[in-house]
């Protein structure tokens, strides 16, 4: 009987520590309620997690729960409820921050990192799953009297053979800044990690296609001549080449990923995007086009180029025949830039009022420490992704 009761202390007791070493390697978050994000970090001990609402200044503090432990980093945990908050921040061990980040259903996780004035960057990624260098195909097409180098991201489950499963696009300015971290001295949008990011918490599928603006004309090729400039405005943006930007993008671009992509070609699953100058002309871009874009990313966009009587011509002249994009809007106040710009980006809202655009197809974001620069738009673009698929 003693030889019998050993015999179960024995395998007790080891089911108990190895239950612990699984346990310390890796551990299931089930409590709570909400959407369940992870984060990486490479120092703090203990992360808490403040959820913020944009719409109601709603606040939530949640402490992290640690599920694994790493060489370089840590694996933390926790539940947010989406359907009140739309913001969140990171603060390790009480003192080291993270910037404010996108958090919507879409978002899987966030690696943070050394990087910002307002804090640490955050870096999408997909639980589990390894980081790893972003791929990407370039080709030239042809753009006037010579070449633009465009760039295509596609998921890593992208099959070019497998003609049922097909994917939207978003169609991006400013290319060499949104898959490559050492493209400018901010890093890049990591438009890639989001996207990833969000397929991997819903059934959405999407190609990422950007168009090289890195070329030196691009005050030029992203400035639409809709009218008089803006007294303020540099003489590098007189008589802007936007609408042969735009000729381009929707007469050689989308027909050449048409073809050779696996992609939905109808307006709804079709989008258009762009920061500053990018901005503009995204927007200038689907208001010429409503039939062909669901939705419109302006972040930081360069409104102020135009004054409002400019403005009102424009829009009002618009058929739009029953089809509005989205409108998203975003633009910080962190710096000189981003201030001067908001001001032009709140203008716009209500520029669209008075020629009645559905208030409903009229998104304002604003994050009014944000400078003018990739940091901020990356920590946002999950954000767009919530509008442009909901």
């Known amino acids: 009987m003693k030889k019998i009761i050993s015999i179960i202390m024995i395998i007790t007791m080891f089911t108990v520590l190895f239950g612990c070493s699984t ?31 944009t719409e109601s200044n709603a606040t939530e503090t949640v402490t992290l729960e640690k599920i694994k432990e790493g060489k370089d980093y840590n694996t933390f945990s926790c539940k947010g409820d989406t359907k009140k908050y739309d913001r969140v921040q990171f603060i390790g061990d009480d003192v080291d921050k993270s910037m404010i980040l996108a958090f919507n259903d879409y978002v899987n996780g966030y690696h943070l990192k050394a990087g910002s004035n307002q804090g640490n ?5 997909v639980y589990d799953n390894p980081e790893k260098e972003i791929n990407f195909k370039t080709v030239s097409l042809k753009y006037g009297d010579t070449k633009k180098k465009i760039f295509i991201w596609t998921p890593d489950d992208y099959n070019k053979n497998s003609k049922d499963t097909k994917y ?27 996207a990833e990011s969000m397929m991997a918490n819903s059934n959405h599928k999407c190609i990422i296609v950007g168009i090289d603006d890195g070329d030196g004309n691009r005050d030029s090729e992203l400035t639409p001549n809709i ?14 080449t936007g609408k042969v930007y735009c000729d381009f993008l929707v007469n050689t671009v989308m027909p050449y990923i048409s073809k050779n992509y696996n992609v939905y070609t109808d307006r709804k699953n079709t989008s258009v995007c762009g920061s500053s100058s990018g901005g503009i002309e995204a927007f200038y871009i ?3 086009h409503p039939d062909k874009f669901s939705s419109i990313g302006a972040l930081s966009p360069a409104f102020l180029l135009f004054e409002e009587d400019v403005w009102d011509k424009y829009l009002k002249k618009i ?11 975003y633009n910080g106040q962190g710096d000189q830039l981003e201030s ?13 009022e008075k020629i009645n655009y559905p208030a409903d197809k009229v998104v304002f974001k604003e994050y009014k420490e944000a ?3 990739e940091i901020f738009w990356r920590a946002i673009f999950p954000d767009f992704l919530k509008y442009t698929f909901r």
């Not at 960057?121 to 990624?125: A, H, R, S, V």
């Not at 939207?168 to 989001?194: H, K, P, R």
């Not at 009218?227 to 008589?239: H, Q, R, W």
């Open 340 to 352: 001067e710009l908001y001001v032009g980006a709140k203008d716009m809202i209500t520029y669209l």
């Open 121 to 125: 960057t955050g870096i999408p990624f």
């Open 371 to 373: 400078s003018h620069n």
């Open 168 to 194: 939207s696009v978003i169609y991006m300015c400013d290319g060499q800044n949104l898959f490559d971290s050492y493209s400018t001295n901010y890093g890049c949008w990591n438009v890639a990690e989001s």
């Open 319 to 329: 058929d739009f025949k029953g089809n509005h994009p989205l409108v998203y809007i």
């Open 286 to 288: 689907g208001m010429e």
């Open 227 to 240: 009218g008089k400039l803006s007294p303020t405005a540099g003489e590098e943006f007189v008589n802007g």
């Open 23 to 53: 346990e310390k390697e890796e551990k299931k978050v089930n409590s709570g309620t909400g959407h369940q994000i992870y984060i990486r970090d490479g120092y703090s001990k203990e992360i808490k997690a403040i959820f913020t609402s």
